[in-house]
């Protein structure tokens, strides 16, 4: 074994091939027929957050060699951090929040697109088009229920009124964002893709884009011309209480520091959380909530060893800054010994699995995961 993965506490691999293959599943779920402005809905990819903190300089390589063309960041921060990455002149960098004020020549500069989400971004825009002398591309972003981010109904109908507000803008993309996606029973999606409808509709006619992960299987006609996925990409299931129709893309493993006996009535960890029912064989494990294994999934989940996978280990007591304790009593002694890699996300125990048992969803244990595991990246030889 690598010698620095020794060092560590535990090791975080990453499926780079994983991401390109659920980047194409994804292709395959919105590829259909219909009146649209290009032939088929076009896939984007969410790369926010570092691409959900599996490193979004590896990342975005991966799935523009599958052929993704159009990356959305958060912050004019993170486009600038990823401009080096997006290799393909035809790609585009889009920036969620738009230009921070004061930044619009900035983010130009940086080959960068901004989502405008509100008037005064608009007129900042606005401005340094008129300065330069010509049109500037642009995204449009409308708020069609979720009072989250874009312009509200208000704003619109000012800008169809008075279309000189678009001077020199290029609008290259109408979005919104869709609030209950991952419920898709409840009411409000279908009311926010007649808002989208509407809103969109008296805006200059460009593609649409409303659906990310989930909105992507609440059916055709949520797709328009763009999704935009994020956490699907990175194996987090996009249809909860269903199959998960995406590849795991993460392993997380975490190196046994100690195994030990404990009696009967034996607390074990900070505050006692944890009372031994039954004379046990616990194990010591090097990651904790430092390493963004979140403290709240202490006393419920479990961990796996990878040869005794029928064997949950549940994990007890509270998770500490750096080590959490599992039972391992119900495994043959001997078989966990220092230094053994146990999995706390893996082929038998999913990443939301894990996320549930922490009272969480995909999204944040994902980006929680820290940087002190020696990280492994496979799939992009």
């Not at 290009?38 to 570092?50: E, I, N, R």
């Not at 401005?127 to 874009?150: C, K, N």
């Not at 006609?221 to 996925?229: A, C, E, G, Q, Y």
Request: proline content about 8%; some cysteine; hydrophobic content about 45%.
């Amino acid at each position: 074994m690598n010698v620095a993965a020794q060092w560590a506490g535990g090791i975080l691999n990453i499926d780079l091939q994983a991401v390109a293959e659920n980047y194409r599943t994804l292709c395959q779920v919105i590829r259909r027929p219909g009146p649209l402005s290009v032939p088929h809905p076009l896939c984007a990819a969410a790369v926010k957050a570092d691409a959900y903190g599996l490193d979004a300089s590896l990342v975005a390589p991966v799935l523009e060699e599958a052929g993704c063309r159009h990356f959305f960041v958060a912050h004019l921060a993170e486009g600038v951090a990823l401009r080096p990455s997006v290799k393909n002149p035809e790609s585009s960098i889009f920036v969620l929040h738009g230009p921070p004020p004061g930044t619009a020549r900035d983010l130009l500069e940086a080959g960068l697109v901004p989502v405008i989400n509100s008037m005064e971004q608009l007129t900042e825009w606005r401005a340094l088009s008129h300065e330069l002398g010509r049109r500037l591309p642009a995204v449009l972003q409308v708020d069609s229920g979720m009072a989250r981010f874009g312009m509200n109904a208000e704003e619109v109908a000012k800008i169809a009124a008075d279309p000189t507000l678009l001077d020199g803008i290029e609008t290259v993309l109408v979005m919104s964002h869709l609030a209950c996606a991952d419920t898709p029973e409840v009411r409000s999606n279908r009311a926010q893709l007649e808002e989208f409808q509407r809103l969109s509709a008296m805006l200059p006619k460009a593609p649409r884009s409303l659906a990310a992960s989930s909105g992507i299987f609440l059916g055709p006609d949520w797709h328009f011309d763009l999704v935009r996925p994020g956490a699907a990409l990175y194996g987090v299931n996009p249809t909860p209480g269903k199959p998960n129709p995406v590849k795991p893309v993460i392993r997380l493993q975490a190196r046994v520091i100690q195994t030990r006996s404990i009696p009967e009535g034996q607390a074990v960890g900070y505050g006692g959380g944890f009372i031994a029912p039954r004379p046990s064989r616990i194990a010591l494990l090097g990651i904790g909530y430092g390493d963004g294994f979140l403290r709240s999934i202490s006393g419920h989940g479990a961990a796996i060893l990878p040869s005794q996978s029928d064997v949950p280990l549940p994990v007890i007591g509270r998770v500490s800054m750096d080590s959490l304790a599992v039972d391992v009593t119900d495994l043959p002694e001997g078989s966990v010994r220092a230094g053994d890699l146990i999995d706390l996300i893996g082929p038998h125990n999913p990443l939301d699995a894990a996320a549930m048992a922490a009272g969480t969803i995909g999204y944040e244990f994902l980006t929680d995961l820290g940087r002190r595991y020696h990280r492994t990246y496979t799939g992009n030889e």
